[in-house]
């Protein structure tokens, strides 16, 4: 079965920060880019930031960069978000996802890009 398991979500004040994880299992990570989204209700499922196959290309939403910093571990078959300065906007459901494209300034970070969606863990920024 191809999922991913995300953890690392939680309560956490203004300001704070959190480490996400995203554990791959039935396939290899290292055959694909990576993204993390997040959504929050009422709200579209939006992209927060991806990472190339080979952990070089990086991008990141307007609204995190310089707070979050994405990453990925082969060995581990997992990728991770390392958020700080968390703010109130930060709050949602973060959801990691696979895609067979890239992750480029020239691909739109967009949901009908990704796949084999996990079932999210809940960040709630608030003091």
């Known amino acids: 079965q191809l999922q991913f398991v995300e953890s690392g979500g939680g309560l956490v004040q203004p300001g704070g920060s959190l480490r996400l994880s995203c554990l791959a299992s039935?396939?290899?990570?290292?055959?694909?880019?990576l993204g993390w989204f997040r959504q929050v209700p009422g709200n579209e499922r939006e992209g927060v930031a991806c990472i190339g196959r080979q952990g070089i290309n990086t991008k990141y939403a307007d609204s995190v960069k310089g707070r979050f910093t994405i990453s990925r571990d082969h060995a581990e078959n997992s990728f991770y978000l390392e958020m700080h300065n968390l703010e109130p906007e930060d709050t949602g459901v973060y959801y990691c996802a696979r895609t067979s494209g890239a992750c480029t300034v020239y691909i739109p970070l967009e949901t009908s890009n990704y796949n084999s969606w996990g079932q999210g863990t809940q960040v709630t920024v608030s003091s």
């Open positions: 039935g396939f290899k990570i290292q055959y694909f880019a």
